[in-house]
């Protein structure tokens, strides 16, 4: 089993910076990739971005250049870092990963005014 917890969100004005974190707990030697989802209302749950064990990270177009990724191993723990935030990256924010099925957090709220 594993547990992923998240926290940091909030509400900020647009062109400002948020900073999620994904604790992780239970089987966290058998993790290898985490990945940061996200659902805005009346849409689909996509993927963000995603760091390996290793360090490689992918993320989306739309965030491309504005959120980092990054992992601290030795806690593990995952951050995303939300810079120059957009009204449309307004959503729930959810940490993810994969050992024999998915594991989901509970998400964190993202609300960014225009």
């Known amino acids: 089993q594993v547990q992923l917890v998240e926290s940091g969100g909030g509400l900020v004005q647009a062109g400002g910076s948020l900073r999620l974190s994904c604790a992780a707990s239970?089987?966290?030697?058998?993790?290898?990739?985490i990945n940061w989802y996200r659902q805005a209302p009346g849409k689909q749950r996509e993927l963000v971005a995603g760091i390996s064990r290793g360090g490689s990270t992918n993320y989306a177009g739309s965030v491309k250049g504005r959120f980092t990724i990054s992992r601290n191993n030795a806690n593990n723990t995952v951050y995303l870092q939300m810079d120059s935030l957009k009204p449309e990256d307004t959503a729930v924010y959810y940490c993810?990963?994969?050992?024999?099925?998915?594991?989901w957090g509970q998400g964190t709220q993202v609300t960014v005014s225009s």
């Open positions: 239970g089987r966290t030697f058998s993790i290898n990739a």
């Open positions: 993810n990963t994969f050992y024999i099925r998915n594991y």
